[in-house]
């Protein structure tokens, strides 16, 4: 350890102060870093102090010399008494603290730090690309926001950089960038990374695969990258160009992998891809492959079954009036209350499968209920159609595309109703409709029915429907990266800036379900969110001690839990640090 001085312009006037320094070694080399900031000395304490502190310093393997002092402001530091002006001790450089920190023990627990020092060795640069991807997906878990906003708002308001021991000056949205630019190279290794250390750490079994798409929208053109196509829009913004984003997850949610397509491609065209991807990453297995009925196609059921895959996958809402007799009959199986399934074998439909028939009241409620607001819907536009055609003369032609309009935007209950537009003998339109009473018992009766078709032949009913609701978890992860970690909208243009952005994003969400597992283990239920903002609340603050001698104490610690924080931490197995070190790159 040394004393240096230090020096700062106020009022027009040149000060002198020291500060206590101690030298480490990194990776990179040595550095140095302020221990404490002392103040003002007159020649008597700094002869004092500097001779204390030569009298710590020595080689980094070699223990203190027998007799000599050793100083340790951090670890244990022994007792010191000073008289301190406690009218005039204050707190200054008040920061978050307990979401990145959480966010710093996740990537510990994940072994990404040593990951990413692996793959991406370091090089001259001033601060290591490693650590610039750690500031990304850290303020992806905690403050989803633009490069820009991270670099200029979030990262100064945090102590993010002190824990890393990067200068707030080496941090600008242009180094985050090429951040992005390092990190995507790695994405399949990281995959495999991951895959295996979630594993290890939650016991995760990977018999069962959840298949699902999803669709991401851009601000502005993104003409330079050839992903942005126009296409079905599941956040309702067909105006926009999109990409679509495929995710296999586990039967809990974890995340395996992922792939980006173009913005219009089909649900179908991408199941022989992301399986064949995923089973050359991870070696095929006998797992079990669960997709929802937009996947469906007889070229991808026979890409599965020819493989000797097994599959469970939702089907048409067509193919289930070919089970009519099927939903008529009494000889359900009740999973739960208001569900009930049923397992049947059609050989003249498909050799070898069978198909699970199930029926959810609450399910059938709100098919019930939407298909009862489209038929009042259509319903009260004919009666009104009607009656203006019987009191005006109107184009026939015109009146047709009314009507296809109409019955267009309420496609559920279009099938109910009968309508023609003929044409009176003075030329003007008329229009005859009815609703059509097979088509409306048909809907009364399949009203919550859906069916499930599989080659897994020794399931039960009850089995094979559980094994399908748990797409509801790969729904779940799409919901959560779209509200909690803001994969939407992306402002990248580029198709490399997308899809790093798109991989950060993924990797927040690795991190969030890596709390989860936690706090589940822990007995704190399931819901990450909770814990990050109570954590949240967590701050350092430099405490400044003015003492009677003119010199100023200044440390900077972490504020004291609250009982409820102490007992989320204690529970997920976290010891919240003291204090923490001032670094000087």
């Given at each position: 350890?040394?004393?240096?001085?230090?020096?700062?312009?106020?009022?027009?006037?040149?000060?002198?102060?020291?500060?206590?320094?101690?030298?480490?070694?990194?990776?990179?080399?040595?550095?140095?870093?302020?221990?404490?900031?002392?103040?003002?000395?007159?020649?008597?304490?700094?002869?004092?102090?500097?001779?204390?502190?030569?009298?710590?310093?020595?080689?980094?393997?070699?223990?203190?010399?027998?007799?000599?002092?050793?100083?340790?402001?951090?670890?244990?530091?022994?007792?010191?008494?000073?008289?301190?002006?406690?009218?005039?001790v204050r707190v200054e450089n008040c920061k978050q603290f307990g979401a990145p920190w959480l966010a710093?023990?996740?990537?510990?627990?994940?072994?990404?730090?040593?990951?990413?020092?692996?793959?991406?060795?370091?090089?001259?640069?001033?601060?290591?690309?490693?650590?610039?991807?750690?500031?990304?997906?850290?303020?992806?878990?905690?403050?989803?926001?633009?490069e820009l906003y991270i670099a200029e708002q979030w990262l100064p308001r945090t102590s993010l950089l002190?824990?890393?021991?990067?200068?707030?000056?080496?941090?600008?949205?242009?180094?985050?960038?090429?951040?992005?630019?390092?990190?995507?190279?790695?994405?399949?290794?990281?995959?495999?990374?991951?895959?295996?250390?979630?594993?290890?750490?939650?016991?995760?079994?990977?018999?069962?695969?959840?298949?699902?798409?999803?669709?991401?929208?851009?601000?502005?053109?993104?003409?330079?990258?050839?992903?942005?196509?126009?296409?079905?829009?599941?956040?309702?913004?067909?105006?926009?160009?999109?990409?679509?984003?495929?995710?296999?997850?586990?039967?809990?949610?974890?995340?395996?992998?992922?792939?980006?397509?173009?913005?219009?491609?089909?649900?179908?065209?991408?199941?022989?891809?992301?399986?064949?991807?995923?089973?050359?990453?991870?070696?095929?297995?006998?797992?079990?492959?669960?997709?929802?009925?937009?996947?469906?196609?007889?070229?991808?059921?026979?890409?599965?079954?020819?493989?000797?895959?097994?599959?469970?996958?939702?089907?048409?809402?067509?193919?289930?009036?070919?089970?009519?007799?099927?939903?008529?009959?009494?000889?359900?199986?009740?999973?739960?209350?208001?569900?009930?399934?049923?397992?049947?074998?059609?050989?003249?439909?498909?050799?070898?499968?069978?198909?699970?028939?199930?029926?959810?009241?609450?399910?059938?409620?709100?098919?019930?209920?939407?298909?009862?607001?489209?038929?009042?819907?259509?319903?009260?536009?004919?009666?009104?159609?009607?009656?203006?055609?019987?009191?005006?003369?109107?184009?026939?032609?015109?009146?047709?595309?009314?009507?296809?309009?109409?019955?267009?935007?309420?496609?559920?209950?279009?099938?109910?109703?009968?309508?023609?537009?003929?044409?009176?003998?003075?030329?003007?339109?008329?229009?005859?409709?009815?609703?059509?009473?097979?088509?409306?018992?048909?809907?009364?009766?399949?009203?919550?029915?859906?069916?499930?078709?599989?080659?897994?032949?020794?399931?039960?009913?009850?089995?094979?429907?559980?094994?399908?609701?748990?797409?509801?978890?790969?729904?779940?992860?799409?919901?959560?990266?779209?509200?909690?970690?803001?994969?939407?909208?992306?402002?990248?243009?580029?198709?490399?800036?997308?899809?790093?952005?798109?991989?950060?994003?993924?990797?927040?969400?690795?991190?969030?379900?890596?709390?989860?597992?936690?706090?589940?283990?822990?007995?704190?239920?399931?819901?990450?969110?909770?814990?990050?903002?109570?954590?949240?609340?967590?701050?350092?603050?430099?405490?400044?001690?003015?003492?009677?001698?003119?010199?100023?104490?200044?440390?900077?610690?972490?504020?004291?839990?609250?009982?409820?924080?102490?007992?989320?931490?204690?529970?997920?197995?976290?010891?919240?640090?003291?204090?923490?070190?001032?670094?000087?790159?």
């Amino acid at each position: 350890m040394f004393i240096r001085q230090k020096f700062r312009t106020k009022n027009g006037k040149r000060h002198a102060y020291w500060a206590l320094v101690e030298s480490y070694r990194t990776e990179r080399g040595p550095r140095q870093r302020v221990v404490s900031w002392l103040g003002k000395l007159d020649e008597q304490g700094r002869l004092g102090v500097q001779q204390l502190a030569q009298q710590s310093t020595r080689p980094f393997d070699q223990e203190p010399a027998k007799g000599k002092v050793q100083l340790s402001f951090l670890d244990e530091p022994e007792p010191r008494y000073v008289k301190v002006d406690a009218q005039a001790v204050r707190v200054e450089n008040c920061k978050q603290f307990g979401a990145p920190w959480l966010a710093l023990k996740l990537i510990e627990k994940l072994k990404l730090k040593e990951l990413l020092d692996r793959l991406i060795p370091i090089g001259r640069e001033s601060v290591p690309w490693s650590t610039t991807i750690l500031l990304l997906l850290i303020a992806r878990f905690c403050k989803p926001s633009s490069e820009l906003y991270i670099a200029e708002q979030w990262l100064p308001r945090t102590s993010l950089l002190t824990m890393l021991g990067v200068p707030e000056s080496r941090v600008d949205d242009n180094r985050l960038y090429r951040g992005l630019d390092q990190l995507l190279p790695h994405k399949d290794e990281i995959e495999v990374h991951l895959k295996e250390r979630l594993g290890d750490l939650f016991e995760l079994e990977f018999d069962l695969l959840l298949y699902d798409v999803t669709s991401t929208f851009f601000e502005g053109q993104a003409a330079a990258n050839p992903k942005a196509q126009r296409g079905y829009s599941r956040d309702k913004r067909s105006d926009c160009k999109q990409v679509c984003i495929g995710l296999v997850v586990t039967r809990c949610g974890m995340p395996l992998g992922y792939m980006v397509f173009s913005g219009n491609t089909a649900d179908v065209t991408t199941v022989e891809e992301i399986v064949e991807t995923m089973e050359s990453r991870y070696g095929k297995a006998d797992r079990v492959w669960v997709m929802d009925r937009g996947m469906v196609s007889e070229s991808n059921i026979a890409f599965l079954r020819d493989g000797g895959r097994r599959y469970i996958i939702g089907t048409p809402k067509s193919m289930l009036r070919k089970f009519e007799t099927e939903l008529i009959k009494k000889d359900w199986h009740t999973v739960r209350e208001g569900l009930e399934v049923k397992l049947c074998r059609r050989d003249d439909l498909a050799q070898g499968e069978l198909f699970v028939v199930c029926r959810s009241a609450d399910r059938r409620l709100k098919d019930e209920g939407i298909l009862r607001r489209s038929e009042e819907k259509i319903e009260a536009r004919l009666k009104s159609m009607t009656d203006r055609c019987n009191s005006q003369k109107r184009d026939v032609q015109k009146v047709e595309r009314e009507i296809g309009k109409l019955l267009g935007q309420n496609t559920r209950a279009s099938k109910l109703f009968d309508v023609q537009v003929k044409t009176r003998d003075s030329g003007a339109a008329e229009i005859v409709w009815a609703k059509i009473k097979s088509h409306t018992d048909w809907a009364t009766l399949s009203a919550g029915c859906y069916l499930l078709r599989t080659n897994v032949q020794d399931w039960s009913d009850e089995e094979l429907w559980k094994a399908y609701i748990q797409l509801s978890e790969a729904e779940e992860a799409f919901r959560i990266q779209k509200t909690d970690l803001q994969l939407r909208p992306i402002w990248h243009q580029k198709e490399d800036r997308v899809d790093a952005h798109l991989l950060v994003c993924f990797l927040a969400y690795v991190m969030w379900k890596t709390l989860g597992g936690l706090c589940k283990q822990a007995g704190l239920g399931d819901e990450p969110r909770r814990i990050l903002d109570e954590l949240h609340e967590i701050r350092s603050v430099d405490v400044v001690l003015p003492t009677q001698d003119g010199i100023e104490l200044r440390q900077r610690c972490i504020s004291r839990p609250s009982e409820h924080q102490a007992i989320l931490l204690e529970q997920l197995g976290l010891d919240l640090p003291k204090r923490l070190r001032q670094t000087e790159m």
